[in-house]
């Protein structure tokens, strides 16, 4: 049974660039949700997307934008690079309506901003 | 709004000693609990949970119970291992919300 996978595992990116991120969920799963986790802090929730619409947003700004495909597989766009950007990105899959289902989460991408 | 709050660390323990992690949360409703685990370079591992009051939730020899009265849930594991030296988040998921709101982290390091 194969869980959440992200890929690339590490990105460098200069200031203004934009980059791409990319996740597929845990066979079976239908839910897709993206975190931002900076150094030393917990994640902080950027957004959900189920039935490929973005179904909650966390406090990000625009730049941030994300993509859910019909195979349930995610994309996470980050356009205009800043320093602060730099962070691990965690994907998380979880099943369906229920908010309080569990979301089970990927290795992560680190990304780094020059 | 919805917070939880984690005991800072590090804690710092030898092989075989009690663990306990404190972790109290704000919420409305009835959240769901959960801990988490990162170790070094890795994502989060999902570690246990509990979704109504006086759940406990179970798993490798750690425990929490879910304690509405306190609004708390602490982590807690008899005898720690190196092997258990990584960084716990306690989180929670509450109402209409899809989002987990995690803790800040408390980092634990076990020595032989």
């Known amino acids: 049974d194969a869980g959440v996978t992200q890929s690339p595992t590490h990105l460098i990116k200069t200031r203004g660039q934009q980059v791409t991120l990319r996740c597929s969920p845990k066979?079976?799963?239908?839910?897709v949700s993206w975190y931002q986790q900076a150094l030393g802090q917990g994640p902080q929730f950027i957004f959900q997307y189920y039935e490929e619409e973005e179904r909650q947003r966390g406090n990000f700004p625009d730049r941030f934008s994300g993509h859910q495909f019909p195979n349930y597989s995610s994309e996470l766009n980050v356009n205009a690079l800043l320093l602060g950007d730099s962070a691990l990105y965690l994907c998380a899959s979880s099943l369906g309506g229920q908010g309080t289902e569990t979301q089970y989460f990927g290795p992560g991408t680190r990304l780094l901003v020059l | 709004g919805n917070s939880v709050t984690q005991m800072e660390g590090p804690v710092t323990l030898s092989e075989e000693a009690f663990l306990t992690i404190n972790c109290t949360y704000t919420a409305t409703g009835y959240p769901s609990l959960f801990w988490y685990v990162q170790y070094p370079g890795e994502g989060l591992q999902l570690l246990l949970k509990?979704?109504?009051?006086?759940d406990k939730g179970s798993n490798k020899g750690f425990e929490a119970t879910y304690r509405k009265e306190t609004t708390s849930f602490h982590l807690e594991k008899g005898s720690v291992q190196v092997s258990d030296s990584a960084v716990y988040f306690c989180a929670l998921s509450a109402g209409s919300s899809y989002k987990l709101i995690f803790g800040s982290g408390t980092r634990l390091l076990v020595r032989p």
């Open positions: 509990a979704t109504k009051a006086d």
């Open positions: 066979s079976g799963h239908d839910t």
